[in-house]
């Protein structure tokens, strides 16, 4: 299973994290910390697995890819294949890349919900989903569109202009 | 608007500034983004992200975050927020909490918008609660809701949104009220919807598998869906079904391995393909699947072959090619698939040869799962080692941690006798580059593993666990401490005392140069101290007075550690009562005087009580001391009948005279259960009881209740007291502390009487299923068994594969030009055995250094040169020798078990001190506490009161885990009971008025309870039981009477 896919820049900024089992936010700080430390002490073409037992328990490793300024991990267990993942990550990548024709970190960050949609296309509840970049593209635009149209025809907003919150 | 925004950076390109460049490129960017989606186009949301990446400093970001919380606090608030509004507050709560900060007051809100009619809003809301709750937080039960009502929603965008909400925050409790819709939506037209609702189901599983059971069969039938991904969604969820169990399943093999067929011979459409590859991702989690349902079955195996070999030759890539990297990843899970089901020759030739063509790949991922796929083959054909051992040498020098890592598992795997020096060795080194508690643990615990399995000599064992103390410390579980001094005691197994003593006097040398050093372990220091303290005399090349004064700095050094101060200590005492037995004159040397000063003083009575006894042995005459320490007494068999027959005669008088037999615990609940709320209430023996006992003589007819390793408290230290004569008093010290010695773990593990192996076995980790000769050898190489007291006929040690790598090098020699420092490594991994030629056998021979090629550096220690068709005596070995040290001392443990009990239960129903008087024939010391005594002198009262939390404090230090000092580990069984001075020496000090015989005399019954402890609560009135406890606690049960020495009573009886 998939525990967490997390995408941070080189400078340990966390940019999208998902965590697939419950963590508290506390410790999601300290694993991305931990995370960090390790893929930046790591130089380029050594090998994109990282074990990571003494930060998500034993059989875990961190799968990692690293793209212009951004890391993009998944951290699996030993159900999942090692080779199998960084080709899943290359899945995410050229989708993200699709959406935002030649995406950068910028645009992962001001698109941090579409991005997540995307991530929920391709991964749900720790496994895989779908792996066809072409398939996630296009139930991401339909999600799109049919938001838009939520957003723009009057009819699907029936007068629910406004919450009411009343102060406690 | 691009347009517009590249005009403008048109512009600024004339004129030049590349600031400004830089500037609208930003800025164009955002606008366009802004086109694009309208999502998160808010200007504030932009300024926000700016200014936090814009953050000079961690303070900086930090302000910038507080602040932006207490804007969102303010505005999310305010009455009528506009939709989009909140929408945009949500995103951006989201990122706070991204970056660690506590946004927990807007839950509440996104779980409002989640109710939203707008797909956005309603998105939006489900991304955040996802994001932000677990599913027991408080507010899942205000989405359950509105997740049933989506369940249902006829646009199949809503449905997903809330399968994959369910996928997060449904918990066991609340799976019941999705669980039809989700079951309903397996037949929904849309498979994007069947997919996920598949996959929801799994998610269920995982999280309750009672609420699913009744839906097994549900996954079967999807795995027949006419849609290919929602079939591939199915095989998550039956990979999960099928680890669970195997057996289950085993009558879908056949569609497994026609799926797999049918989708290697790319019949799926081509939109499955990736990088045309068909449907990798299915292949793999089929192969998966395969591996499972193969493993030890043959005929299933066999069903699989022929798929196995299709998917390899559709993956294998043409010469020279390095292959894509998901054909790869076919391949590897092949090879797993192989390796685990039971494979014929072909398919394991083919696995070689894909594991041959990782490890030579240029590529550290394929190297690295070469590596993997190395260990996965080598357990089965471990002849295959040999050809790749230049690739594993150069993946152990890799700069690449984790490439290094991986094969050092897998080394450790393939360790046998002939290479366990090299590949100790580099372990250690890596250990040395380590800095994390975490690594720093496992290595050392392969490391003390290999060397205790391994090890070819004691010496090198001795080095080797000094080393690993060294660098990993406080890590290192107490136990090993007590192994390493157990062989020093024992030396080889073999009577060969001049290379034992030769053994003790190099380890001596060595600690004495180790203590040298500034920082140490404290682990490592309680070993030099224990061995100083034993044997740093005992060749006479250094003088009492030397020895002491290192042991003085020792514990100088380390003020706050009284363990280590027990141990010097302690060791202070051997080497005094050494001297004064080999009738010298001791004159402490003053530091050693201030230091014992200082003890006496101490605040834990355990410090205390060795000092003082320091201070008695110092003036008591040679022959007595001699008979207390002997010299190398530890060393010394102590021999026990575990049946206790000298206590017959006793049992049946008992008997005779109307006591009820012994019923074991399980009968008596039966028979009485009136009795269980006594046998409630001893369970709970570590309470202490109130006040001074009185009620002492009530409770055996009740203690029969207590079968268990919970002695009877009262019981057991009043009748050893009766027993014992003036001066043969209880010598439980002796071997409580001995038993301490040998770590509690042991001793429980015993009781069981379960064997236990030395260390967990490694090469069958991940158990072959195949049982070809290779594996059992294995299997029973890996299981020397370590607290096998009993058990002789244990297998060697030496791993028989062993001989299956001799002489297989000389060939490979040629090949190429390879350094020859890789060469000898290559030569002492992995077919070590064969170049080494000559043989100097014996206990010392692997300490010799070999000419041979064998050496990787030959400055070091030589690789052992035993000879390589090895006599199975000289296989035998080192499997032996650590056993045996174990077990005269292992079965010493056994006797503080429940296997005493029995015969004290037995005469329960009466007076059991008088029983035993009468039969011993000694005068009973009136003081034996019976309530006849009370009047008689506190001490007694204070040993009887005493004995129970003492008594419960050995039981839980046997159980728990205790650096115990082993005060008079000299002592053994063979010797009378002259021991009794130690119990009975604090009495003297208590009690100076008494004539130091009668004291002894008189005292030994308090022996068990430690006496300055007895004394100090004395004083405290009330409130000692209490004190006294603490006192036990802190001082980590020194001294603690297991009451169950039979050879005490052997040496009564004659």
Redesign the interface.
Known sequence: MILAALIMNTQGKPRITKFYDHVSVERQQEILRVVYSVLSSRSGNLCSFVEADDIFGPDTKLVYKHFATLYFVFVIDSAESELGILDLIQVFVETLDRCFKNVCELDIVYNFGKVHTILDEIVMGGQVVETSSAEVMKAVQDIWKLERVGELNPANIRGIGHYKNSRS | MESWANVIMKKAFKHGSQNTIDQLK?IG??LS?GT??????SKE??DL?KAI?EAKSKAEEERIVMAEIEHLKKRI???????KK?KEYI?RL??V??????ASFGYI?AV?MTH?????CK??GY?ATT?F????HDLIILIVNTIQKDLKSD?Y?VVCAA??AV??LINEETIPAVLPQVVDLLGHPKE?VR??AV??L??FQQRSPSSMSHLLTKFRQILCDKDP?VMS?AL?AL??LV?ADVKGFKNLTASFVSILKQVAEHRLPK??D??RTPA??IQ?KLL?ILALLGAGDKHASENMYSVLVDVIKKNEPGKGDPGS??T??IL??CICTITAIMANSKLLGLAAEITSRFLKSD???Y???GIDALGRVIEINPDFAEEHQLSVIDCLED?????K??TLDLLYKMTKSSNVEVIVDRMISYMRTLS?A??KTEIATRIIELTERFAPSNQWFIQTMNQVFELAGDLVPVKVAHDLMRLLSKGAGEDDEEADSLLRSSAVESYLQLLAEPKLPSILLQVACWVLGEYGTADGTHNADDIIGKLCDVAEAHPGDNVVKGYAITAITKICSFEIGAGREVQLIPECRSFVDDLLASHSTDLQQRAYELQVFLGLGADLVRKVLPVNGSGEEIEFDRELPFLQEFVDSALANGARPYLDENERLGVDSGMSSFVSSSRSHHEPSHGLRFEAYETPTLAVSSGSAAVPSSLLPDFEESVTEPTRSVRNQTDSSQVDLLGPEVARLRLDGVQRKWGRTSGSSQPSPAPTPVSEQQRRGSGVSEGASSNNESSPAAEPRHDTYSSSFEGKKVQRVIPAEKQRLAASLFGGSSVQKGSSGGVNGGVKASNAAGNVRPSEKGVPSRPVAGSGKEKNWSAAEPKQASSSLMDLVDMSGDDLLPVHDSKASYDPFKGLEGLLGVPSTAASSTPAGLGKSTMDFMSLYDSAPVVSQSASSLAGDSDVLPLGHRRSGGMDGANGVEGGLMDLNMLPSVSPLAGLGELAQSSSSSSPSTGVSDKKGPSRQHSLQKDAASRQVGVTPTGANPALFQDLFG
């Not at chain 2, 694009?36 to 186009?41: A, F, K, P, V």
């Not at chain 2, 939203?116 to 956005?120: G, K, R, S, T, V």
Request: proline share 3%.
């Open positions: 930003t960017r955002e983004m694009q989606g309208n999502w998160l186009s949301y932009l992200v990446g608030m305010e009455p009528d927020v506009p939709r909140m995103i989201v990122y909490e991204m970056l660690g900060h506590d809100y409002k939203d009619d707008n797909l956005l998105r939006s991304l994001l709750l677990n599913e027991d646009n965008l399968l994959t996928c997060k994007q997919k996920k996959m929801a799994h998610r991904s969604a998550c990979f999960d680890s939109a499955y990736y990088h990798p991702f793999i998966k990297n998901i790869n990843a590897y899970e590529s550290h991922n190297k690295y799962m700069q690449d941690d984790t490439l890592r991986k994390d975490h690594n």
